[in-house]
């Protein structure tokens, strides 16, 4: 690296300075027969020198160049070359606020992060209100609030023509409460399935937004990706479907036979694969009774296994 090359100048400037340090003071002929040049590829190069407060020009025939003093001249060309840069360096930082804040040709970003437990709640209500056709979720874990909430808002959007499918994780229905709410639901329209261990909690809004953890496997309630359209939500409603496929069905409300209702509940948890300590938490009875009643249910079905007996219920219309 040639001396002058940190405050932008060239080669020929930086020699045709050092040989004024030498000679002075010099017409440009004299300083071009000391550079090794002609004096026209000379003159741009005293030109920018003085131009940059390095060169002063004494008279005009025959002009003469002259050095300014290197300790008054440098330092005020390093001063405002670092001027320049700091310059440049909140230039290039608007530049990158710019283009992190600008969004793809689509006009929103596919991906954003909901922050904070307020935040995801109104993320969930306004993706509600913004359905027109179908909303799908899978209603597992992470919970605000440690536990499944009820949907208030999903009455009235299925009132609206809005359609509901959930399917249930073990923890959505670990309650008597829990399972009046998801009934509430049914009964109003909402198509439920159950497959207990279910992790891959989702909320997709019309096939084209979804709302999903960060992370499945480091799970936080209050953080969440907003997923607009594009092959992620794609994605996503091919993972949903997959799971539908797999979950037992909820009782349908609309058979006017068969079982009560909280058999029904009982048969559609069993059919799901939960063990009967947790149906017995899930509906408020004992795991006694839970063994007591679906001994009655397989008695009265005809059958000998509780397969058999999900298989014969299935048939029926009791699931």
Same mark, same amino acid.
């Given at each position: 690296?040639?001396?002058?090359?940190?405050?932008?100048?060239?080669?020929?400037?930086?020699?045709?300075?050092?040989?004024?340090?030498?000679?002075?003071?010099?017409?440009?002929?004299?300083?071009?027969?000391?550079?090794?040049?002609?004096?026209?590829?000379?003159?741009?190069?005293?030109?920018?020198?003085?131009?940059?407060?390095?060169?002063?020009?004494?008279?005009?025939?025959?002009?003469?160049?002259?050095?300014?003093?290197?300790?008054?001249?440098?330092? %005020?060309?390093?001063?405002?070359?670092?001027?320049? +840069?700091?310059? /440049?360096?909140?230039?290039?930082?608007?530049?990158?606020?710019?283009?992190?804040?600008?969004?793809?040709?689509?006009?929103?970003?596919?991906?954003?992060?909901?922050?904070?437990?307020?935040?995801?709640?109104?993320?969930?209500?306004? $993706?509600? +209100?913004?359905?027109?056709?179908?909303?799908?979720?899978? =209603?597992?874990?992470?919970?605000?609030?440690?536990?499944?909430?009820?949907?208030?808002?999903?009455?009235?959007?299925?009132?609206?023509?809005?359609?509901?499918?959930?399917?249930?994780?073990?923890? %959505?229905?670990?309650?008597?409460?829990? !399972?009046?709410? /998801?009934?509430?639901?049914?009964?109003?329209?909402?198509?439920?399935?159950?497959?207990?261990?279910?992790?891959?909690?989702?909320?997709?809004? =019309?096939?084209?937004?979804? $709302?999903?953890?960060?992370?499945?496997?480091?799970?936080?309630?209050?953080?969440?990706?907003?997923?607009?359209?594009?092959?992620?939500?794609?994605?996503?409603?091919?993972?949903?479907?997959? +799971?539908?496929?797999?979950?037992?069905?909820? =009782?349908?409300?609309?058979?006017?036979?068969?079982?009560?209702?909280?058999?029904?509940?009982?048969?559609?948890? /069993?059919?799901?694969?939960?063990?009967?300590?947790? !149906?017995?938490?899930?509906?408020?009875?004992?795991?006694?009774?839970?063994?007591?009643?679906?001994?009655?249910? /397989?008695?009265?079905?005809?059958?000998?296994?509780?397969?058999?007996?999900?298989?014969?219920?299935?048939?029926?219309?009791?699931?």
């Amino acid at each position: 690296m040639f001396l002058l090359e940190p405050v932008g100048l060239g080669r020929l400037e930086n020699d045709a300075y050092l040989a004024l340090l030498d000679l002075k003071r010099a017409t440009a002929e004299e300083l071009a027969g000391n550079v090794g040049c002609s004096p026209a590829e000379l003159r741009p190069a005293v030109r920018r020198l003085l131009d940059h407060g390095l060169v002063q020009q004494i008279g005009f025939t025959p002009a003469l160049y002259a050095l300014i003093a290197p300790e008054e001249a440098l330092p %005020a060309l390093i001063s405002r070359r670092r001027g320049d +840069l700091a310059q /440049m360096q909140m230039r290039i930082e608007e530049l990158a606020d710019r283009l992190r804040a600008r969004p793809p040709r689509g006009g929103t970003p596919v991906v954003e992060l909901v922050e904070g437990e307020d935040a995801v709640l109104a993320a969930v209500s306004r $993706l509600q +209100l913004e359905a027109r056709e179908e909303i799908v979720a899978v =209603d597992a874990p992470p919970y605000i609030g440690g536990q499944s909430n009820p949907n208030d808002l999903e009455l009235s959007r299925l009132a609206d023509g809005v359609a509901y499918r959930f399917v249930y994780a073990r923890e %959505a229905l670990a309650s008597p409460e829990h !399972i009046a709410a /998801m009934r509430r639901c049914t009964e109003a329209g909402e198509q439920a399935r159950l497959l207990p261990d279910v992790t891959l909690k989702m909320l997709v809004v =019309d096939r084209t937004t979804a $709302l999903l953890p960060v992370s499945y496997t480091d799970q936080d309630p209050g953080v969440r990706l907003l997923v607009h359209e594009s092959a992620l939500v794609d994605v996503l409603v091919c993972c949903f479907e997959s +799971l539908w496929a797999r979950a037992t069905p909820f =009782d349908s409300p609309d058979a006017q036979c068969g079982p009560s209702a909280k058999d029904r509940d009982l048969l559609s948890l /069993m059919a799901s694969g939960m063990k009967d300590r947790t !149906i017995a938490r899930s509906l408020g009875v004992t795991e006694r009774t839970v063994g007591r009643r679906l001994t009655e249910l /397989m008695a009265e079905l005809g059958v000998e296994t509780r397969f058999q007996a999900g298989v014969q219920a299935a048939r029926r219309g009791w699931l």
